[in-house]
């Protein structure tokens, strides 16, 4: 990813920090270009990979986005027990999983797909709903839902 300007930087935390305020006062991601979208922003500027959980109502509102796995340039580790812990502490009905490809490649690796599948079933113990994974670079968003990986 590209490095930014100080001045970039602080442009890029402002943006985020209004998109999230208007997020939390429409608590609702409407669509699936939408939360593409903010994914797009959420990750804009990062060089090493993050892994987040949108933690949702059973309206598929937002409760809280959470950046919860810090990785290197190349993956994170992550763990499903803890997705469930914090999903249990929100109060959440369902979630939403997104990360970033800092090498601007959004195929899924087969990593992707097999953590997906245990953070499925380790919510589904405490029915919990995992309804889309999100593979986001600067220029694309890759949903699982879409691909029929989920």
Request: charged share 25%; glycine share 4%.
């Amino acid at each position: 990813m590209a490095k930014y300007t100080e001045n970039e930087a602080k442009v890029i935390k402002r943006a985020k920090n209004i998109i999230f305020r208007n997020l939390k006062t429409l608590k609702k991601l409407t669509s699936s270009a939408e939360t593409k979208d903010y994914l797009k922003l959420h990750f804009t500027g990062l060089e090493h990979e993050v892994f987040s959980v949108l933690y949702l109502d059973n309206q598929h509102g937002v409760i809280v986005i959470e950046d919860l796995f810090h990785g290197t340039i190349d993956g994170a580790a992550v763990y499903p027990r803890e997705v469930v812990k914090r999903a249990l502490f929100h109060n959440a009905a369902a979630v939403m999983l997104a990360h970033n490809h800092p090498s601007n490649s959004s195929e899924p690796s087969q990593a992707d797909i097999r953590i997906t599948n245990k953070i499925r079933a380790a919510l589904g113990t405490v029915d919990i709903r995992l309804l889309d994974h999100f593979v986001v670079t600067d220029i694309t968003v890759v949903s699982f839902a879409e691909r029929g990986l989920i």
